[in-house]
Nanobody, 123 residues
Framework: QVQLVESGGGLVQAGGSLSLSCAAS????????MAWFRQVPGKQRELVAA???????YYTNSVKGRFTISRDNAKNMVYLQMNSLKPEDTAVYYC?????????????????WGQGIQVTVSS
């Protein structure tokens, strides 16, 4: 059974930093795309950052220069370092993986999901 488990969320003041971690088990994702999505109530799930199996990265415009996605394939882990956080970054963040080398901006293209973790940025 494949599981993705996020950790590291919480409450932080604007301008602060948080680091999210995602531990994968049940299969290896070293050749697969991994991503971080976020969702706020009433809105669609949004792709924040993604990394292909070879490590090419994608960031949505609003987080470029502030967030960094990284992966440790040996540990089957994916990370999201979030700096200079803004109140509009407040959301539930989800780790996602797909059985494909390439990332997708479409959440429905992902096969595996974590349970989500709350990130709250206060002004």
């Amino acid at each position: 059974q494949v599981q993705l488990v996020e950790s590291g969320g919480g409450l932080v003041q604007a301008g602060g930093s948080l680091s999210l971690s995602c531990a994968a088990s049940g299969r290896t994702f070293s050749d697969s795309a991994m991503a971080w999505f976020r969702q706020v109530p009433g809105k669609q799930r949004e792709l924040v950052a993604a990394a292909t199996g070879a490590g090419s990265r994608y960031y949505t415009n609003s987080v470029k220069g502030r967030f960094t996605i990284s992966r440790d394939n040996a540990k089957n882990m994916v990370y999201l370092q979030m700096n200079s956080l803004k109140p509009e970054d407040t959301a539930v963040y989800y780790c996602a993986g797909r059985g494909s080398y390439f990332y997708s901006t479409d959440a429905t293209r992902y096969d595996y999901w974590g349970q989500g973790i709350q990130v709250t940025v206060s002004s």
